[in-house]
């Protein structure tokens, strides 16, 4: 399990879905989730804010996106907020830009009404706030 932990940062709930792959007892589990804990090779929040970096910065999902994710994941909406921070506002509103022109401009041959409706449907299945595409609208 220190492995598994180590090649990439973990959850609670990924490592006891592994854990139910190997079958383990419950009094193995809570040993090994324990240990994982107490040498800080399991910590949810180093999870989570690597998991927005990576889900932002890589694949350049908007913040509901990757909060739905999270929650899947079984973390906590309040370490989740508190997280956020990783996400710098410009970045954000730069990226959203530069995807909605790249989206946009794709766009040819669709009334105008047609264009901006697929557009805000495109970067809200990306995960970004209806508000904040509406700005760029604007």
Not at 63 to 69: E, G, T
Not at 75 to 102: G, Q, V
């Amino acid at each position: 399990m220190v492995n598994y932990c180590v090649y990439q940062d973990r959850c609670h709930a990924e490592v006891e879905q592994k854990m139910r792959e190997f079958m383990l007892i419950e009094e193995a589990k809570d040993e090994i989730i324990l240990y994982l804990l107490k040498e800080n090779y399991l910590n949810e929040e180093r999870f989570t804010r690597s998991y927005i970096r990576g889900k932002f910065y890589i694949k350049h999902w908007g913040r509901n996106k990757i909060k739905i994710n999270l929650k899947q994941k079984q973390i906590s909406e309040k370490l989740i907020n508190t997280c956020f921070d990783e996400i710098y506002e410009p970045d954000y509103e730069k990226t959203l830009k530069k995807i909605f022109e790249d989206y946009y401009s794709k766009q040819t041959g669709l009334k105008e009404y047609q264009r901006k409706s697929k557009t805000i449907k495109y970067l809200m299945g990306k995960g970004f706030e209806y508000e904040k595409i509406n700005d760029i609208f604007e």
